[in-house]
Structure formats: structure tokens, C-alpha cells
């Protein structure tokens, strides 16, 4: 249970408290009956936003500065906060304590499941997915990247904290990498703890971390000029977030703040014309059952016959939300939660997809994909009879490689002709990938975000890949 609910005893608190939701952390599975009245989806376009990089960088705190800003916090709540952190001798931790909602993460002073929080612009409606940057808990960071349109990258200025995140094994370099497999096009790179004593707003900081990361982002695959926004930040402080940067603070800096700059990003939209998919990322009962989950392409509506895959389970739809209010219909990019009839929670795997009945998704136990090997533990060799955990959508399943195909010439992008047996770090390669239970995934030519995926092994990610084939 989350700790945010236990300790708010004013209902004016309450309110307050409704603002902020926690991701699938238990809170997000009520569904307000208050104010259940129908509501038709307002005009502002929506955007997933998922906030990566290493532990402590501060995405929690930015995450939380953010909700503060845009009001959704009073300021009787941030002085609670500032009591709990120092009772857990963690002072500057309670803007931190906006997103981490349970025991664990305040005590702990780290992020474990991926917060959620909304918030709005001019333009835009954003829910925040506040991903956990240790990396025991990367597949919590890949469910969050998974559902997001845009990411923001926080990396912290702080002496000898950018250089650890950014060292071999630092997460800042394994959630670029994620997150570029993972669909997340555009990127905001934010230097945060501008304000660190060891940093003082230095202009030779910043552009040092700038120039560093930028070849790394393109070796991930960034158009670094396109695709990818460099700023300076304090999230602690609140500086360069909802206005522009104090020149009294930062005299160099005369770009635009996160809230500009993320209002001015633009995302191509998933088509409301294509069939319905939606994996589901958790599930509970209410009333019957609900699903929650990210709609990738297509629209569903309030009555609407559907089928849970890969077991085909047709089910009805009895209503949809998105934050709390209940909406008639819903496209791609938005966050729901469904309450289904016709299925069991019980019959509900994280992973299966609810899927139009017309053109159901693919359920397979094997395709071929293609990989670009990263990083094999302790420079392994990667054969036929490799074994891995895929991540997928919300899919996490164990997996083999049954066959090599193909090797890749990463420079050319061209097969090699030579027949392939082993490949090392490095290497691109066409394999057939087999799974003991049916999963839904499509091509990636088809839906990229249902067909791009992750392998791990013990703890690491060793390979990124796309299905070519089923
Ligand atoms: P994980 O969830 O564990 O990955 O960490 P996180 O990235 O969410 O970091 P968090 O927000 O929990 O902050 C970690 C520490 O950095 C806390 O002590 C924060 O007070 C501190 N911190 C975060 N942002 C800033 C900042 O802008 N300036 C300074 N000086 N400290 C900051
Ligand atoms: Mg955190």
C-alpha cells in the first residue's frame, strides 16, 4: 500500500493527493467513483514522458519540482515531506518524496517502480513515468520506456556523478541505448544539480558533459540535431523548469526551459484508423476487470468487442478512463484503464494484448529477429542454444535462440555470405528467437513498438533487436 494514502488524513489533502498517481504502484488501480460522470477527451494532444538516467541523477526530484510547479502539490504537503526526509535523515530527499510513494523508496532514498504523475502545458497533457536509474530494477525501467512517446535523460553535473553514470556499466549509457530500442524518438538531456556546489552553474561543466555525451548519442542511434535537446537544470531548485533560467543564477544560458521545450517537441502520433492494440501492463478487479495499459494504434470506444490475446478471450468493453474521467473513446498515446466483461482477472497475463477482433495481433512461440549484440557477460560467445530473458511491449518471457541465420555487415547493413555459427560483441545478426508460451508481438515493420525488444541476461541487457519475421 502506498504510504502517500496512509498518512493524508485532510480531505483537503486528498484532493491534492488524487493529483499525483503512482504508476502501476497500487494507487493507480483505483478508479475515482466520484467523479465518474462522463467527460468528452479535451483537445490537447497527450504525451507519455519517461525520465531516465542513473541513480540519484535526480529524476525523482525534477519529477516532483515539476508536479510542484504546475500547483499540483501545496506547499503544506512539501513541508510534511521535508519533516519525513529529515526523520529518515534524507534532507533532500522531499521533493524526491512527490514520486516515491512507498516506504521502501523513501527509506531507501531510490526509485523502484515507475512513479506516474500528470501534469499540463499550454499544448500538452503529459503523464510523467519516473523510471528507477539502479540498475537492479531495469526491467521496471524498460516497462516504463516501453509506454513512452518522449524521454527525458537527467544526468547530474555533480563532480565525479556525471563520470560514473556515464562509465561502462552506468546506467546513463544502458537507458540511452533502451530507449532508443524502445521507441522513444525524441530525447530532452537535462544536466541537472546545476546548483551542486561542485558545479556552480559552469558553463565549462555543462559543455563539457554536452560535448561527451553527444557522440555517445549518436552511436545510440540519436540524430543528435533532430532529435535530441541539450539543458541546464536544477531540479532541486526548481531552476530553468516551468520559466526561464534567472539570469542573476545562470548569465550564459539563454535557451528555452523544460516546460518550452518540452511543449515545442513534436512526436508522430500512432494512426486511430489502424487496428486496435493495446498491451496490457496490469490488471485488477473493480467491478469486474480492468486492464490498464498504453494504446499503440488504433481506437476503441465504449462498447466495443475485443479479444484479449493470444488466448482469444472475447471480451466487451464496459468503460474507459483516462486519468479519472471516463471518456466515450480513446486513440493511440493515451493511458487507460478498461473495465472489461467477458474475462476473469484471473485469465489476464501483464503482456497479452487487447486486440481488435477483425485483425487480432500475432500470438507465435517463435519469429526471427534481428539483433545487434551489445554486451555478452564476460565476453561470451552468442550461438545457437543461448539463452536469455525477452523483453517485448509488457512481454517479459524467457527465451532461446534456436537458430543463426545471418550475419549482418553493420557498415554496409548488407547479409554476409559466410554461413554463421557464433557471433561476439558487436555483431548484427539474423536468428530465429523461441519462447515456451505464446506471445503476442508483430513485425516491427508493421507496428515498430510491438516489434522491437530487449534481450537480458542475469541482470544485463546483451542484445536489442527487432522481428523481422513470423
Ligand atoms: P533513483 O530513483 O534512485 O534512480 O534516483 P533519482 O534519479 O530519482 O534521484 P533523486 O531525485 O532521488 O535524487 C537523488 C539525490 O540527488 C537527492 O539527495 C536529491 O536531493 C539530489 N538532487 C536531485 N536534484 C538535485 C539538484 O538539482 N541539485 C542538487 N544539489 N541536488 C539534487
Ligand atoms: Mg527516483
Not at 63 to 77: C, N, P
Not at 207 to 224: H, T
Not at 323 to 348: M, Y
Not at 445 to 452: A, C, K, M, T, V
Amino acid at each position: 500500500m502506498r504510504d502517500f494514502n496512509l498518512t493524508v488524513s485532510d480531505p483537503k489533502e486528498e484532493v491534492q493527493a488524487q493529483a499525483v498517481e503512482a504508476g502501476p504502484k497500487a494507487k493507480d488501480k483505483e478508479i475515482p467513483s466520484v467523479q465518474d460522470e462522463e467527460v468528452e477527451q479535451t483537445e490537447k494532444r497527450h504525451l507519455n514522458v519517461v525520465f531516465i538516467g542513473h541513480v540519484d541523477a535526480g529524476k525523482s526530484t525534477t519529477g516532483g519540482q515539476i508536479l510542484f510547479l504546475s500547483g499540483q502539490v501545496d506547499d503544506r504537503t512539501i513541508q510534511k515531506y521535508e519533516k519525513e526526509a529529515k526523520d529518515k535523515s534524507r534532507e533532500s530527499w522531499y521533493m524526491a518524496y512527490i514520486m516515491d510513494t512507498n516506504e521502501e523508496e523513501r527509506v531507501k532514498g531510490k526509485t523502484v517502480e515507475v512513479g506516474r504523475a500528470h501534469f499540463e502545458t499550454e499544448t500538452t497533457r503529459f503523464t510523467i513515468l519516473d523510471a528507477p536509474g539502479h540498475k537492479s530494477y531495469v526491467p521496471n525501467m524498460i516497462s516504463g520506456a516501453s509506454q513512452a512517446d518522449i524521454g527525458v535523460l537527467v544526468i547530474s553535473a555533480r563532480k565525479g556523478e556525471f563520470e560514473t553514470g556515464y562509465e561502462r556499466g552506468g546506467q546513463t549509457r544502458e537507458h540511452v541505448q533502451l530507449a532508443k530500442t524502445l521507441g522513444v524518438t525524441k530525447l530532452l538531456v537535462v544536466v541537472n544539480k546545476m546548483d551542486d556546489p561542485t558545479v556552480n552553474w559552469s558553463k565549462e561543466r555543462y559543455d563539457e558533459i554536452e560535448s561527451k555525451m553527444i557522440p555517445f548519442l549518436k552511436q545510440s542511434g540519436y540524430n543528435v540535431k533532430k532529435d535530441v535537446l541539450f539543458l541546464p537544470i536544477s531540479g532541486l531548485m526548481g531552476s530553468n523548469l516551468k520559466t526561464r533560467m534567472d539570469r542573476s543564477i545562470c548569465s550564459w544560458w539563454d535557451g528555452p526551459c523544460l516546460f518550452e521545450a518540452l511543449d515545442s517537441i513534436e512526436v508522430p502520433m500512432g494512426d486511430p484508423k489502424r487496428p486496435f492494440r493495446m498491451p496490457i501492463i496490469d490488471k485488477f478487479k473493480d467491478m469486474g476487470t480492468v486492464v490498464m495499459g498504453k494504446v499503440e494504434s488504433g481506437t476503441i470506444r465504449e462498447g466495443d468487442s475485443l479479444f484479449i490475446m493470444p488466448n482469444k478471450d472475447q471480451v466487451k468493453v464496459v468503460a474507459i478512463y483516462i486519468d479519472e474521467n471516463r471518456v466515450k473513446r480513446a486513440g493511440p498515446g493515451e493511458n487507460l484503464r478498461v473495465r472489461l466483461s467477458g474475462v476473469e482477472e484471473e485469465d489476464i497475463l501483464t503482456g497479452f494484448v487487447l486486440s481488435s477482433v477483425a485483425n487480432p495481433i500475432s500470438a507465435v512461440t517463435e519469429f526471427v529477429a534481428q539483433l545487434a549484440i551489445l554486451e555478452l557477460l564476460d565476453n561470451a560467445i552468442f550461438t545457437a542454444g543461448y539463452k536469455a530473458v525477452l523483453h517485448i511491449h509488457s512481454v517479459v518471457e524467457e527465451c532461446e535462440i534456436v537458430e543463426l541465420l545471418q550475419q549482418i555487415d553493420p557498415k554496409t547493413k548488407k547479409p554476409m555470405k559466410k554461413k554463421v555459427l557464433f557471433v561476439k560483441n558487436g555483431a548484427v545478426v539474423l536468428c530465429r528467437v523461441q519462447v515456451s508460451n505464446m506471445i503476442c508481438v508483430e513485425k516491427f515493420s508493421d507496428f515498430p513498438q510491438l516489434g522491437r525488444f530487449t534481450l537480458r541476461t542475469e541482470g544485463k541487457t546483451i542484445a536489442v533487436g527487432k522481428v523481422t519475421a513470423l
